[in-house]
């Protein structure tokens, strides 16, 4: 069966890399943090001490990490693992990163030979767990049907977006929406709840009327409306607030890029930067509803 390197274990990394075990794929594992790839050792995968180590012998590579510069850091320049990776490799580069860092590492990959997709994903740490992620693919459509029943053992909806980076770009649009649609759901929950509803009545009658969206089906931002939602573990584990951010963040970068005009998008991104400076960049992004409760 396909020998697969998995590098970046962190909220979403370590249950796709676990449904891939799962699915019986012989797997060897790397992080930074030690205790992500020592939890994945004692389920069956090989422990790992560097990605190059991770990464020999492997047929796929998947990388799952926070940013532009972590995925650049993995890829590129003379210690990077395109200047070592065999020409038949193929990696799956799941992380969101900006369309244009995507494209720099589609173009060193295409010079050595190796074939590359970008491949964010959507569908949350609950996703991932699931195995119900969907995937934007980037990149072309031969590589993708060699990747597609690994990505298969991780998500549902695979999407070929279109060419390098399109992956990126689909998702920076997906997660703007989801952005503005959460800060949405968030004011109208503290202002219902001020004017004296009940949060779980008010969040039902919301899901169920026009004004419904998934963070009212899946993520309510108001404690306790929602068991396992990180509002209702004190926002921790789920989306870090400071990752919204940084996609909001990509989102702006490729509305210039185009010359669109994104003021939501722009407005989400302020608020989302207010909370980082209040210190809350570690919790799940839902955390924004501190920011209208009275
Ligand atoms: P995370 O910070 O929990 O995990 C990233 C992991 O990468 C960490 O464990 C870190 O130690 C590791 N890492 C960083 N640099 C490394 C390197 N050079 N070598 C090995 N490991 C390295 O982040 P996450 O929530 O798992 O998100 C990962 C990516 O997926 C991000 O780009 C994020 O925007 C995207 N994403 C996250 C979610 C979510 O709900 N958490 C959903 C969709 C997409």
């Given at each position: 069966m396909t020998q697969i390197a998995f590098i970046g274990l962190g909220h979403m990394g370590l249950p796709m890399a676990r449904n891939l075990l799962k699915a019986g794929y012989p797997l060897k594992v790397f992080d930074l943090v030690r205790s992500a790839v020592d939890t994945l050792a004692g389920e069956g995968a090989v422990a790992a001490e560097s990605a190059a180590e991770a990464s020999d012998q492997a047929q796929v590579v998947i990388s799952m990490l926070p940013a532009s510069r972590h995925v650049e850091g993995l890829?590129?320049?003379?210690?990077?693992?395109l200047a070592r990776l065999p020409a038949d490799t193929l990696v799956i580069e799941c992380s969101t990163i900006a369309p244009e860092s995507a494209r720099k590492v589609h173009a060193a990959a295409r010079e050595r030979g190796v074939a590359l997709l970008d491949a964010p994903v959507s569908g949350g740490t609950a996703g991932a767990a699931a195995g119900t992620l969907t995937f934007m693919v980037g990149g072309e459509a031969q590589a993708l049907e060699k990747a597609r029943p690994i990505l298969a053992t991780m998500g549902r909806n695979i999407f070929?977006?279109?060419?390098?980076?399109a992956g990126q770009v689909a998702k920076v649009c997906n997660n703007q929406v989801l952005a503005v649609q959460m800060i949405a759901t968030a004011e109208a929950m503290a202002m219902g709840v001020a004017n004296g509803l009940e949060p779980a009545v008010l969040a039902e009658i919301m899901r169920q009327s026009s004004g419904g969206n998934w963070t009212l089906e899946?993520?309510?931002?108001?404690?306790?409306?929602?068991?396992?939602v990180p509002a209702s573990k004190?926002?921790?584990?789920?989306?870090?607030a400071e990752l919204m951010a940084k996609d909001l963040g990509l989102a702006q970068e490729t509305a210039s890029h185009s010359g669109n005009s994104t003021p939501m998008g722009a407005l989400a991104l302020q608020l989302y930067r207010l909370l980082l400076k209040q210190?809350?960049?570690?919790?799940?992004?839902?955390?924004?509803q501190q920011l209208f409760v009275q």
């Open positions: 890829y590129l320049g003379e210690d990077g693992l070929h977006a279109g060419p390098d980076g899946k993520y309510n931002p108001w404690p306790g409306v929602m068991e396992n004190g926002y921790s584990g789920g989306f870090m210190g809350k960049g570690k919790q799940d992004f839902s955390v924004v």
